[in-house]
């Protein structure tokens, strides 16, 4: 589970604009040799089988999993979130819109920002205990999972995304993820 929320997250590209890393989990066609004959019996059995499926010899092809992050980045894109979240908490969206990306900042303003803030991430206008779930890289791209604990002892969390620009890491995209999906 841990890094199916981490592949969705850097796979993730329609929120905020950026690198569109979206395209085939594979780039070789089938073996016709390992897939099953298509059936041509029209008549459909009701009755389950004893039988345990055979598997075929063939591995089967899964999708690289982006590395965890070394501490160095860990550290950065923790301290940009952070920055961000004080800066929300202290009401500055200019300042805060300073940690998000080139992308992000093109289709958006402070008072944007702050509308997009106060109507679904609300629990970010109040200093508020994080820990972060998980990190893992690739290239440029870093995809951060957050828990946040609000006072009441609930937990919600945020999947980022973080682009590296001019020696910096930016928030390209976040999105509030069921924390059952955040279980590592």
Do not use: K
């Not at 870093?142 to 682009?163: E, M, N």
């Not at 069921?178 to 590592?184: A, K, L, M, T, Y």
């Amino acid at each position: 589970m841990r890094w199916a929320t981490l592949v969705v997250v850097l796979a993730f590209s329609g929120c905020g604009g950026g690198t569109d890393l979206s395209g085939p989990m594979s780039t070789n066609p089938p073996d016709p040799s390992t897939s099953p004959p298509a059936s041509t019996s029209t008549t459909t059995s009701t009755t389950s089988s004893t039988t345990p499926p055979t598997s075929s010899s063939a591995p089967e092809e899964t999708t690289p999993v982006a590395p965890a992050c070394d501490e160095e980045v860990l550290d950065a894109v923790t301290a940009t979130i952070d920055g961000q979240h004080r800066a929300i908490i202290e009401g500055d969206f200019e300042r805060a819109l300073t940690y998000s990306s080139r992308s992000f900042r093109a289709g958006s303003d402070p008072e944007r920002f702050a509308a997009i803030i106060r109507s679904g991430y609300s629990f970010l206008l109040e200093p508020i205990d994080r820990e972060v779930r998980d990190c893992a890289r690739s290239d440029d791209l870093v995809a951060l999972v957050v828990s946040f604990r609000r006072p009441t002892g609930s937990t919600i969390g945020l999947a980022y995304r973080l682009t590296s620009e001019e020696g910096s890491w930016r928030i390209e995209a976040a999105g509030i993820i069921e924390e059952s999906r955040i279980d590592v």
